[in-house]
């Protein structure tokens, strides 16, 4: 808003002497005129106040893209080479998305058709998936158990039951565990063995730290090559941000 200040004086036709910008260096009564002629030119000019705002929120977002950037740059090997992550879509694929997610959360839920729609119509996406449960007890347990299915049975179990999961409304115990992994012709008994793991303490423990350290608090976050996108972002839009960092790379 200061930038608007010489330009509004000058605009209303206000002569001070040189200096005369400094606040502190005016007198009582030279302040309240030059308080009252900004004043009045912002109130016969209120567009220039829509102006400025633009331009600040513009500078607030490229300074953010910027920080971002910077995010993805330094936490790379922990969101695309962990070694843990459950990786989908076509693992040599020239566009890499990671999605942090809870399937407790409703926008996770709405954007996980989306996003396997954008991995399979692609055909060039890499998709790694975090467990990054914020929603409570039953997000931790449903959670626990994807990862118990992925190191006790293997990557496709794990994703067998992470769609069971998203779609899932109930609670997540010792029964409905084993009623899940049976629907899916998966050993229950494997899976509640590993669900209170070191391991799997382990790596949740990895992604809530892996997050705070790239400002993350909410679900869905998406990756998609160095860009950030904090929260649900309907198929469109995710294709263009896919396209766009294709032509980039």
């Not at 790379?76 to 890499?96: H, I, K, Q, R």
């Not at 929603?135 to 347990?141: D, F, I, N, R, T």
């Not at 303490?201 to 400002?215: E, K, P, S, V």
Request: hydrophobic share 45%; proline share 4%; charged share 25%.
């Amino acid at each position: 808003m200061k930038a608007l200040f010489p330009a509004a004086l000058l605009a209303a036709g206000l002569a001070l002497p040189a200096g005369a910008l400094d606040l502190t260096s005016m007198s009582a009564a030279e302040r309240a005129a030059f308080r009252a002629e900004v004043r009045a030119y912002l109130m016969e000019n209120p567009e220039l106040i829509m102006e400025a705002v633009a331009v600040l929120e513009e500078r607030q977002q490229a300074q953010q893209t910027a920080d971002d950037v910077a995010l993805v740059k330094t936490n790379a090997d922990d969101l695309f080479e962990d070694g843990v992550s459950w990786v989908g879509g076509n693992p040599e694929g020239d566009v890499t998305i990671v999605e942090f997610v809870d399937y407790r959360c409703s926008y996770c839920r709405k954007a996980y058709p989306e996003v396997n729609q954008l991995v399979s119509d692609d055909g060039n996406i890499r998709l790694i998936l975090k467990e990054f449960p914020i929603l409570g007890e039953q997000s931790v347990a449903s959670s626990r158990m994807a990862l118990a299915a992925k190191l006790a049975l293997g990557d496709e179990a794990y994703k067998q039951v992470h769609d069971s999961l998203i779609a899932f409304r109930g609670e997540v115990n010792d029964i409905s565990v084993k009623a899940l992994a049976s629907d899916l012709g998966l050993d229950g008994d494997a899976i509640l063995a590993k669900m209170n793991a070191p391991e799997v303490d382990a790596i949740l423990a990895g992604n809530h730290a892996l997050a705070q350290r790239m400002q993350i608090s909410g679900t869905p976050t998406f990756v998609v090559g160095d860009q950030l996108l904090r929260g649900y972002l309907p198929y469109d839009g995710m294709q263009q941000v896919v396209e766009q960092v294709r032509d980039e790379g």
